[in-house]
């Protein structure tokens, strides 16, 4: 599912890319901007015919991209290849701006939300968490749902009992985020042997959590098997591979998993104690979830596809 959203969020961006190019070269001809840009029924900004870039062009869009949608319509909350239809595509234009700007539109949208009306406002934090927080969304995208969560925690329109799951999915996102110190754990091996992911030797882990049941899991383990670009970076070169594999199995049903066979170059643990589900140490909202660390186990990639490791190696 996470291959899925990626090659949708791609499509999408090509298609939005090639959609403003197209209208730049029409306006140019008529040497006016003379219709809003359009995609769907949904009342995109008019975006002038000098800005003939794409990514300034994006960014005139993200800022305004709200300005001709009335949200004080409440009929458009049943109107989703309207108002759903432009919320997928807000967030797809985002993913191409300046993180600075992103977030300042997400503000802007769900200011004119609240201001408006509190249907319409309800129906936006659902829209936000179905698109920005749903495993299965194309556009999941946890920075972006961060801004939200700060947002809606932050507004008096919203009552306290119901700030209290946006405050959890804050607090759970905040953890382990690129650029910080994955959370240590100690694991338990087959022979009952224990070992902690700060003492991995290897220039660099990934962190699989892991069901051997589900599907997805059966699908990442294949594909590494398969990929010679992560074989011959597991094999051993001196004290400390290039590459450590930490598959943990974080569930207290151990059965399953003592029957599932895994590379032997693996390290192949599992959580007794419950410790990490106990303690919350990690945001596993989905199996498989996968991290990439560096040798200070530094979060490179957080919830990461395995393609998209793979992707990171290739570069």
């Not at 040497?31 to 809003?36: G, I, L, N, Q, R």
């Not at 995109?44 to 009335?70: G, M, S």
């Not at 495993?135 to 999941?140: I, V």
């Not at 946006?166 to 690129?178: E, G, I, S, V, W």
Request: hydrophobic share 40%.
């Amino acid at each position: 599912m996470q291959i899925r959203r990626k090659k949708i969020l791609f499509v999408y961006l090509v298609l939005f890319v090639g959609m403003l190019a197209c209208s730049s070269k029409q306006e140019r001809k008529k040497s006016e901007v003379t219709k809003p840009i359009q995609l769907t029924s949904f009342p995109w900004p008019q975006v002038p015919a000098i800005l003939t870039d794409p990514t300034e062009r994006a960014v005139y869009a993200a800022k305004r991209f709200w300005d001709k949608f009335d949200f004080s319509d409440t009929t458009l909350i049943h109107r989703p290849e309207i108002t759903e239809q432009g919320f997928a595509e807000f967030f797809g234009i985002l993913s191409v701006v300046d993180k600075k700007i992103a977030n300042e539109a997400i503000v802007k949208m769900l200011s004119k939300a609240a201001i408006q009306d509190s249907l319409m406002f309800t129906h936006f934090i659902e829209l936000s968490e179905r698109y920005l927080y749903d495993p299965n969304s194309p556009l999941r995208n946890e920075e972006f749902y961060i801004t939200a969560l700060q947002y809606i925690i932050g507004s008096d329109k919203v009552a306290d009992l119901n700030k209290v799951r946006p405050q959890y999915q804050l607090d759970m996102a905040m953890k382990n985020r690129p650029n910080t110190k994955a959370t240590d754990f100690v694991y338990t091996l087959h022979n009952g042997k224990t070992g902690r992911l700060s003492n991995v030797q290897a220039e660099y882990t990934i962190l699989f959590f892991n069901n051997p049941d589900c599907p997805d899991c059966k699908r990442v383990l294949a594909y590494i098997k398969s990929s010679s670009l992560f074989t011959e970076m597991l094999k051993p070169k001196g004290k400390m591979t290039q590459l450590a594999i930490l598959a943990l199995y974080p569930d207290p049903s151990v059965e399953l998993w003592r029957e599932m066979e895994y590379p032997k170059e693996w390290i192949n643990a599992y959580d007794p104690k419950q410790v990490i589900n106990k303690e919350q140490l990690y945001d596993l909202k989905a199996i498989p979830t996968l991290y990439l660390l560096d040798k200070q186990k530094q979060v490179i990639l957080k919830d990461a596809p395995i393609e998209l490791i793979a992707q990171f190696f290739q570069q």
